[in-house]
T-cell receptor, first 114, second 114 residues
Framework: DAGVIQSPRHEVTEMGQEVTLRCKPI?????LFWYRQTMMRGLELLIY????????DSGMPEDRFSAKMPNASFSTLKIQPSEPRDSAVYFC????????????FGEGSRLTVL | QQPVQSPQAVILREGEDAVINCSSS?????VHWYRQKHGEAPVFLMI?????EQKGHEKISASFNEKKQQSSLYLTASQLSYSGTYFC???????????????FGKGMKLTVNP
């Protein structure tokens, strides 16, 4: 079985540009999570979907960030406009059902905003 | 609230033991442990759900003291492959106003040398 697939793996962009990160969860998993990892703050939960519905988006930093899950096999995290402080590794993770079990992380998307 | 992990970093020689602590200021429903190797995604180690429960994974075991709101990860006879950053994630009980949200600590960096 393929794991969680994220793209792009690396993204370098200039301040003000729009960034879209993509995630394909493991087939059959009902929950999907977007995390951001930085040295200063560690792993932060941005948003959590269950059955394609956003359950908790309290971690989304500001209106520049948005996330969608149009179907069970695809999610996007968009930053518009991007800023240098958004530079981080963004992980997508999926699980069978919420936090009752293991989170399977993708390999991450490393974003650098110049 | 983000759990506090201690120590922040440890350097061991192969074969030595280590203990990683995770504590929360709030009541806990569960504690999750993950290991992340440099440049890779976090990988699940174990979940502890009940007070005093102990679980094992190869030579890695953990305990969870629900009353003290603490968990400890025990690494016995460490191997080179144990090097990485260890994260604990804590989940509050929903009945106590928790948001069913897994919050990760900042991690403990373990280096195992030959």
């Amino acid at each position: 079985d393929a794991g969680v697939i994220q793209s792009p793996r690396h993204e370098v962009t200039e301040m003000g540009q729009e960034v879209t990160l993509r995630c394909k969860p493991i087939s059959g998993h009902n929950s999907l999570f977007w995390y951001r990892q930085t040295m200063m703050r560690g792993l932060e939960l941005l948003i959590y979907f269950n059955n394609n519905v956003p359950i908790d988006d309290s971690g989304m930093p500001e209106d520049r960030f948005s996330a969608k899950m149009p179907n069970a096999s695809f999610s996007t995290l968009k930053i518009q406009p991007s800023e240098p402080r958004d530079s981080a590794v963004y992980f997508c993770a999926s699980s069978l059902d919420s936090y009752t079990g293991e989170l399977f992380f993708g390999e991450g998307s490393r974003l650098t905003v110049l | 609230q983000q759990p506090v992990q201690s120590p922040q970093a440890v350097i061991l020689r192969e074969g030595e033991d280590a203990v990683i602590n995770c504590s929360s200021s709030k009541a806990l429903y569960s504690v999750h442990w993950y290991r992340q190797k440099h440049g890779e995604a976090p990988v699940f180690l174990m979940i502890l759900l009940k007070g005093g429960e102990q679980k094992g994974h190869e030579k890695i075991s953990a305990s969870f003291n629900e009353k003290k709101q603490q968990s400890s990860l025990y690494l016995t006879a460490s191997q080179l492959s144990y090097s990485g950053t260890y994260f604990c994630g804590t989940e509050p009980p929903i009945t106590q106003g928790g948001s069913e949200k897994l919050v990760f600590g900042k991690g403990m960096k373990l280096t195992v040398n030959p």
